[in-house]
C-alpha cells in the first residue's frame, strides 16, 4: 500500500482531473478501476491502456480467487498472455502500476479487505466495469446476483470515490431482445429490477426455478435480462453524472490490436467459425432475415477506452448510451 501511495503521489492521481485536450493526457495521472480484466474484453482493455496512456498512475484490477488459484497466479497468467510480450518489450515497468485486488462482484462490498476498499476510494478516478456472467443458461438468481446486484454494488463504490471523473458500464447490444430497433436509450421491463432481486433474495432457489420463465417473459434467457436490469440501475442511480453505457454486440476476433485475429477461446461463435473454416460444417441453419451482428474486440475496448473520455466532455441530465454494433440500423 506505501508502494502505491508513493507512486500515485508522484503522479499527480488528484490533480488535474478535467484535463479532456486529449485521450492521453484525459488518462494522464490518473487511477483506473478494472472489474472483469481476466475476460475477454478485459484483457484488450488492460492492454491497450497500458500500451497508449503510459502516464497512467494505476490501474487496479478485480480479481475473484478460485478454489485451486490464488488471485496471484491468476494474475501471473493473465500478464504471462503473450499479448502483453510487446509491452514488457518496449515498456518494461509498466505492468508495475497493475496491482491486483481480491474482489467479487457477486458479493456484499464486491468481495473486498476493508484496506483495499479504502485505498480504491482514495486513488480510483475511472472505473470501467465489464465483469459478468455471460452465460444464458446461468440460473436467474445467480445471474441476477453477479450481472445486476454487482452492478449495484460497482455504483455503491463509484459513488464514494473522492475524486471520481467517470464510470463506464459495458453492458450488451441484447439488452433489450423483444425490440427490433435499439436506440441509444434505457429501456424499462415490466418488473422492476428492485422487483426482481426482491423475489430472488426472498425465495428459494427451487421456486424461482418455477417462475423464472413467467419472470423472463419475452426475454430468451436470463443473461440478456439481467443486463437489461442493470442498465436500469445505472440510469436510476447515475443521473447528472458523467456515468455512460456501451454495448457491444457479438464479441468476435480483433481486427488489428492486440494482433490482427486475437481471440481468447474457442466457443459459441467462434467454434463454429473454426468448424465452417475446416470443412465440417456445410450448412447452418437460420433466417433468411437474420443479420449476424459481430464486431471486433479492439472496436469494444476503442470504444470504452474513448466514452470515458467522451462523456466527461458531453455530460447530461440523463445516463447516456453508446451501442458499439455492425448493424446499427433496424431490419427491413
Not at 497493475?98 to 480504491?120: C, F, N, Q, T
Not at 453477479?146 to 460497482?154: E, W
Not at 423483444?178 to 436506440?183: D, K, M, P, S, V
Not at 418455477?210 to 436470463?222: A, D, G, M, S, V
Request: with cysteine.
Amino acid at each position: 500500500m506505501d508502494t502505491i501511495n508513493r507512486e500515485t503521489n508522484e503522479n499527480g492521481i488528484n490533480k488535474g482531473l478535467n484535463k479532456t485536450s486529449s485521450l492521453e493526457e484525459f488518462y494522464a495521472g490518473s487511477g483506473i478501476l478494472v472489474t472483469g480484466a481476466t475476460g475477454f474484453v478485459g484483457k484488450g482493455l488492460l492492454e491497450k491502456l497500458i500500451r497508449i496512456c503510459p502516464r497512467i498512475a494505476a490501474i487496479f484490477i478485480l480479481i475473484r480467487p478460485k478454489t485451486n488459484e490464488t488471485i496471484e497466479q491468476r494474475f501471473k497468467k493473465l500478464i504471462d498472455d503473450p499479448i502483453y510480450d510487446d509491452i514488457k518489450a518496449k515498456y518494461p515497468s509498466a505492468l508495475s502500476r497493475v496491482y491486483p485486488m481480491k474482489g467479487d462482484a457477486s458479493l456484499p462490498d464486491l468481495g473486498l479487505s476493508r484496506e483495499d476498499r479504502i485505498l480504491l476510494l482514495e486513488k480510483v478516478n475511472i472505473l470501467l466495469h465489464a465483469a459478468a456472467t455471460v452465460r444464458f443458461n446461468e440460473p436467474l438468481h445467480v445471474a441476477i446476483n453477479v450481472n445486476t446486484k454487482g452492478t449495484a454494488r460497482v455504483i455503491e463504490l463509484w459513488n464514494e470515490l473522492r475524486n471520481p471523473i467517470s464510470f463506464v458500464h459495458v453492458s450488451t447490444a441484447y439488452s433489450n431482445p423483444n425490440l427490433r430497433e435499439i436506440g441509444e436509450k434505457v429501456y424499462t421491463t415490466s418488473l422492476s429490477p428492485s422487483e426482481v432481486i426482491d423475489v430472488c433474495d426472498k425465495l428459494d432457489k427451487t421456486s424461482i426455478n418455477l417462475i423464472e420463465n413467467r419472470i423472463l417473459k419475452t426475454y430468451p434467457n436470463t443473461y440478456t435480462f439481467s443486463k437489461n436490469l442493470a442498465e436500469q440501475i445505472v440510469a436510476s442511480k447515475c443521473k447528472d453524472l458523467p456515468v455512460a453505457i456501451v454495448r457491444p454486440s457479438i464479441i468476435g476476433a480483433s481486427l488489428e490490436e492486440p494482433c490482427p485475429g486475437w481471440i481468447e477461446n474457442i466457443s459459441a461463435l467462434t467454434g463454429m467459425a473454426l468448424l465452417v473454416s475446416k470443412g465440417c460444417v456445410t450448412v447452418i441453419w437460420g433466417s433468411r432475415d437474420a443479420r449476424l451482428d459481430i464486431v471486433p474486440v479492439d472496436f469494444v475496448v476503442d470504444t470504452i477506452i474513448c466514452t470515458a473520455w467522451h462523456v466527461t466532455l458531453h455530460r447530461g441530465h440523463e445516463v447516456k448510451v453508446y451501442n458499439c454494433t455492425s448493424n446499427a440500423y433496424p431490419f427491413k
